[in-house]
Protein backbone atom coordinates (compact mmCIF):
# COMPACT_ATOMS: atom_id res chain seq x y z
CA UNK A 1 0.00 0.00 0.00
CA UNK A 2 1.48 3.83 -1.06
CA UNK A 3 1.76 5.74 1.60
CA UNK A 4 -0.27 8.41 0.20
CA UNK A 5 -2.86 7.39 -2.40
CA UNK A 6 -4.89 9.56 -4.22
CA UNK A 7 -7.45 9.06 -7.52
CA UNK A 8 -4.97 10.10 -9.95
CA UNK A 9 -7.93 11.48 -12.41
CA UNK A 10 -7.86 13.20 -15.31
CA UNK A 11 -10.78 15.00 -14.09
CA UNK A 12 -12.06 16.95 -16.78
CA UNK A 13 -14.58 19.80 -15.92
CA UNK A 14 -15.98 23.29 -17.58
CA UNK A 15 -14.74 26.30 -16.61
CA UNK A 16 -16.71 27.31 -13.06
CA UNK A 17 -17.51 24.20 -12.31
CA UNK A 18 -16.46 22.40 -8.31
CA UNK A 19 -13.75 19.90 -8.32
CA UNK A 20 -12.96 17.83 -5.01
CA UNK A 21 -9.85 15.85 -4.89
CA UNK A 22 -9.04 12.79 -2.09
CA UNK A 23 -6.45 11.99 -0.45
CA UNK A 24 -5.54 9.18 1.89
CA UNK A 25 -2.48 8.64 4.08
CA UNK A 26 -1.43 5.44 6.12
CA UNK A 27 1.11 7.06 8.37
CA UNK A 28 -0.94 7.64 11.24
CA UNK A 29 2.45 9.77 12.59
CA UNK A 30 2.03 12.45 10.14
CA UNK A 31 2.01 16.37 11.41
CA UNK A 32 2.12 18.12 8.44
CA UNK A 33 -0.15 17.81 5.43
CA UNK A 34 0.30 20.25 2.17
CA UNK A 35 -1.16 20.16 -1.41
CA UNK A 36 1.28 20.78 -4.06
CA UNK A 37 0.46 21.77 -7.50
CA UNK A 38 2.50 20.88 -10.83
CA UNK A 39 2.20 22.25 -13.96
CA UNK A 40 2.86 20.16 -16.70
CA UNK A 41 6.93 19.59 -17.68
CA UNK A 42 7.54 22.39 -14.58
CA UNK A 43 8.46 21.62 -10.37
CA UNK A 44 5.97 21.25 -7.86
CA UNK A 45 4.84 24.65 -6.02
CA UNK A 46 3.20 24.62 -2.58
CA UNK A 47 -0.43 25.38 -3.00
CA UNK A 48 -1.92 25.78 0.59
CA UNK A 49 -0.99 23.71 3.63
CA UNK A 50 -3.75 21.74 5.04
CA UNK A 51 -4.61 22.57 8.95
CA UNK A 52 -6.87 20.26 11.39
CA UNK A 53 -9.42 23.04 11.60
CA UNK A 54 -9.38 23.71 7.99
CA UNK A 55 -8.30 26.17 5.64
CA UNK A 56 -9.24 28.25 2.60
CA UNK A 57 -7.54 30.41 0.29
CA UNK A 58 -9.46 32.34 -2.02
CA UNK A 59 -11.31 29.62 -4.17
CA UNK A 60 -9.34 26.55 -2.45
CA UNK A 61 -10.24 24.96 0.89
CA UNK A 62 -8.41 22.41 2.11
CA UNK A 63 -9.87 20.14 4.72
CA UNK A 64 -8.22 17.42 7.52
CA UNK A 65 -9.53 14.28 9.01
CA UNK A 66 -7.03 12.99 11.75
CA UNK A 67 -9.06 10.54 12.50
CA UNK A 68 -10.24 8.63 8.76
CA UNK A 69 -6.52 9.92 7.57
CA UNK A 70 -8.44 11.86 4.72
CA UNK A 71 -6.96 15.24 3.35
CA UNK A 72 -9.18 16.77 0.85
CA UNK A 73 -9.24 20.05 -1.71
CA UNK A 74 -11.94 21.90 -3.08
CA UNK A 75 -11.63 24.39 -5.99
CA UNK A 76 -15.05 26.60 -6.97
CA UNK A 77 -15.48 28.44 -9.69
CA UNK A 78 -12.52 26.40 -11.62
CA UNK A 79 -10.52 28.65 -14.52
CA UNK A 80 -8.26 27.71 -17.36
CA UNK A 81 -5.15 28.28 -15.20
CA UNK A 82 -6.21 25.65 -12.26
CA UNK A 83 -4.70 23.04 -14.95
CA UNK A 84 -2.51 21.14 -13.95
CA UNK A 85 -1.21 18.16 -11.50
CA UNK A 86 -2.53 18.56 -7.77
CA UNK A 87 0.19 15.92 -5.56
CA UNK A 88 -1.38 15.94 -2.11
CA UNK A 89 2.26 15.90 0.77
CA UNK A 90 2.63 14.52 4.17
CA UNK A 91 5.52 15.02 6.23
CA UNK A 92 6.13 12.89 9.53
CA UNK A 93 7.18 16.13 11.49
CA UNK A 94 6.69 20.18 11.42
CA UNK A 95 9.43 20.22 8.85
CA UNK A 96 10.40 20.01 5.34
CA UNK A 97 12.55 17.16 5.95
CA UNK A 98 10.90 14.20 4.85
CA UNK A 99 7.72 15.02 2.18
CA UNK A 100 6.13 11.83 0.98
CA UNK A 101 3.60 12.99 -2.12
CA UNK A 102 1.13 10.59 -4.08
CA UNK A 103 1.10 10.04 -7.12
CA UNK A 104 -1.19 13.53 -8.05
CA UNK A 105 -4.90 14.05 -9.47
CA UNK A 106 -4.31 15.93 -13.08
CA UNK A 107 -7.24 18.28 -13.45
CA UNK A 108 -8.03 19.63 -16.87
CA UNK A 109 -10.47 22.80 -16.96
CA UNK A 110 -12.39 22.87 -19.99
CA UNK A 111 -13.34 26.51 -21.95
CA UNK B 1 15.93 36.54 -5.36
CA UNK B 2 17.63 34.06 -6.95
CA UNK B 3 15.47 30.41 -7.19
CA UNK B 4 16.88 27.12 -7.16
CA UNK B 5 18.78 26.17 -10.16
CA UNK B 6 19.94 22.90 -11.61
CA UNK B 7 22.15 21.56 -13.86
CA UNK B 8 21.85 20.43 -16.43
CA UNK B 9 18.31 20.15 -17.88
CA UNK B 10 18.67 17.07 -19.29
CA UNK B 11 21.40 14.30 -20.02
CA UNK B 12 21.40 10.93 -21.73
CA UNK B 13 23.76 7.75 -19.61
CA UNK B 14 23.90 4.55 -20.62
CA UNK B 15 23.71 1.57 -18.02
CA UNK B 16 26.71 1.31 -15.07
CA UNK B 17 27.62 4.48 -16.06
CA UNK B 18 28.08 7.66 -13.53
CA UNK B 19 26.27 11.03 -12.98
CA UNK B 20 26.78 14.26 -11.01
CA UNK B 21 23.47 16.41 -10.78
CA UNK B 22 24.06 20.00 -9.88
CA UNK B 23 21.81 22.41 -7.72
CA UNK B 24 21.81 25.64 -6.55
CA UNK B 25 19.72 26.78 -3.65
CA UNK B 26 17.65 29.39 -3.31
CA UNK B 27 19.30 32.76 -1.36
CA UNK B 28 19.04 32.67 2.39
CA UNK B 29 18.55 28.92 2.20
CA UNK B 30 20.62 26.64 3.92
CA UNK B 31 18.78 22.84 3.46
CA UNK B 32 18.76 21.44 0.59
CA UNK B 33 16.42 18.44 -0.53
CA UNK B 34 16.42 16.14 -3.54
CA UNK B 35 13.61 13.82 -4.82
CA UNK B 36 13.07 11.65 -7.74
CA UNK B 37 9.88 12.03 -10.05
CA UNK B 38 9.42 9.08 -12.31
CA UNK B 39 6.98 9.40 -15.23
CA UNK B 40 3.44 9.79 -13.81
CA UNK B 41 4.43 9.64 -10.22
CA UNK B 42 4.89 12.03 -7.41
CA UNK B 43 8.23 13.07 -5.71
CA UNK B 44 10.31 10.26 -4.23
CA UNK B 45 12.59 11.55 -1.14
CA UNK B 46 16.34 10.77 -1.95
CA UNK B 47 17.70 12.72 0.89
CA UNK B 48 18.37 15.87 2.46
CA UNK B 49 21.48 18.37 3.40
CA UNK B 50 21.65 20.72 5.97
CA UNK B 51 24.82 22.81 7.02
CA UNK B 52 26.40 19.82 4.67
CA UNK B 53 25.87 16.66 7.09
CA UNK B 54 22.87 14.58 5.35
CA UNK B 55 20.28 14.86 7.87
CA UNK B 56 17.94 12.22 6.58
CA UNK B 57 17.15 9.61 3.83
CA UNK B 58 14.79 7.91 1.69
CA UNK B 59 14.51 4.17 0.56
CA UNK B 60 17.57 4.95 -2.06
CA UNK B 61 20.35 2.47 -2.27
CA UNK B 62 23.69 3.91 -0.94
CA UNK B 63 25.32 4.75 -4.94
CA UNK B 64 23.00 7.06 -4.47
CA UNK B 65 25.26 9.72 -2.82
CA UNK B 66 25.49 13.91 -2.53
CA UNK B 67 27.04 16.51 -1.10
CA UNK B 68 26.19 20.03 0.33
CA UNK B 69 28.96 22.68 -0.23
CA UNK B 70 29.94 25.96 2.51
CA UNK B 71 27.68 27.91 0.17
CA UNK B 72 24.76 25.68 0.43
CA UNK B 73 25.20 23.98 -3.33
CA UNK B 74 24.93 20.59 -3.76
CA UNK B 75 25.79 17.67 -5.73
CA UNK B 76 23.52 14.23 -6.31
CA UNK B 77 25.47 11.54 -7.48
CA UNK B 78 24.35 8.13 -9.09
CA UNK B 79 26.68 5.38 -9.52
CA UNK B 80 26.34 1.85 -11.45
CA UNK B 81 23.37 3.81 -13.59
CA UNK B 82 19.94 1.48 -13.89
CA UNK B 83 17.60 1.84 -16.40
CA UNK B 84 15.11 2.61 -13.81
CA UNK B 85 17.06 5.72 -12.46
CA UNK B 86 15.43 7.59 -15.52
CA UNK B 87 13.48 10.03 -14.22
CA UNK B 88 13.30 13.74 -13.65
CA UNK B 89 15.52 14.41 -10.64
CA UNK B 90 14.63 17.47 -8.18
CA UNK B 91 16.59 19.69 -6.42
CA UNK B 92 14.60 21.78 -3.58
CA UNK B 93 15.35 24.42 -1.08
CA UNK B 94 14.21 25.73 2.22
CA UNK B 95 15.02 28.36 4.74
CA UNK B 96 16.82 26.67 7.95
CA UNK B 97 15.60 23.61 9.31
CA UNK B 98 12.56 23.67 6.70
CA UNK B 99 10.25 24.28 9.51
CA UNK B 100 7.71 25.52 7.28
CA UNK B 101 7.22 22.65 5.39
CA UNK B 102 7.49 24.88 2.35
CA UNK B 103 10.16 23.33 -0.38
CA UNK B 104 11.11 25.54 -3.28
CA UNK B 105 12.28 23.43 -6.06
CA UNK B 106 14.20 24.06 -9.18
CA UNK B 107 13.35 22.81 -12.78
CA UNK B 108 14.93 19.83 -12.51
CA UNK B 109 17.57 17.48 -14.64
CA UNK B 110 15.81 14.50 -16.83
CA UNK B 111 18.11 11.81 -16.69
CA UNK B 112 17.71 9.31 -19.31
CA UNK B 113 19.82 5.77 -19.05
CA UNK B 114 19.86 3.94 -22.15
Known amino acids: RKEVEQDPGPFNVPEGATVAFNCTYS??????FFWYRQDCRKEPKLLMS???SGNEDGRFTAQLNRASQYISLLIRDSKLSDSATYLCVVSPSGSARQLTFGSGTQLTVLP | ETGVTQSPTHLIKTRGQQVTLRCSSQSGHNTVSWYQQALGQGPQFIFQ???????GRGNFPPRFSGLQFPNYSSELNVNALELDDSALYLC?????????????FGEGSRLTVL
Open chain 2, 49 to 55: YYREEEN
Open chain 2, 92 to 104: ASSPQGGNTGELF
Open chain 1, 27 to 32: NSASQS
Open chain 1, 50 to 52: VYS
